[in-house]
């Protein structure tokens, strides 16, 4: 068994992705993320959408990185400093871009917290993924 560590970050104590190979698969742990840049500054301040948009495109980018993609996340685990009306309004429209067909949701938890690491950041996404080696045959049940 392979495991990949990706992007760490020194002086925080986390890896952005870790990738555990298997014989049929690889198995992708995403850490929470948030709407910053490198140097934390925030991104889309006051706007769930924009931040939703933004975390979603790192989880994207990680993954694509590590052969996957959006499609292969079969967990996700959503902290909201909000759930306002506007607010998932917001949320909703930012995810959207990202899965727009039931056969590739994710299972997901909403969870409403008081605070993120970062002042101002309104969602936090983590994922777990399964990238098969031969691909998905995706069906949905009713």
Known sequence: MEKTTLHPVD???FARAVSISEPTHERV??????????EYN???????EAQ???VYGQLESYLDELGGSMDDVVRIRVYVTT????????YREGRAEFYDAPEHYPSST???????????AMVE???????PNDGWEATTAP
């Not at 759930?83 to 917001?90: I, P, Q, R």
């Not at 917290?113 to 101002?120: D, R, T």
């Not at 996404?125 to 990238?131: K, L, N």
């Open 29 to 38: 742990f995403v850490s929470g993320a948030i709407a910053a840049d490198e």
């Open 52 to 54: 939703t948009r933004y």
């Open 42 to 48: 925030l991104i889309g301040e006051d706007d769930m």
């Open 11 to 13: 002086g925080r104590g």
């Open 110 to 120: 909403l969870v409403e917290v008081e605070s993120l690491v970062l002042e101002g």
């Open 83 to 90: 759930m306002d009306e506007t607010a998932m309004a917001g």
């Open 125 to 131: 996404v983590d994922a777990e993924a399964i990238i």
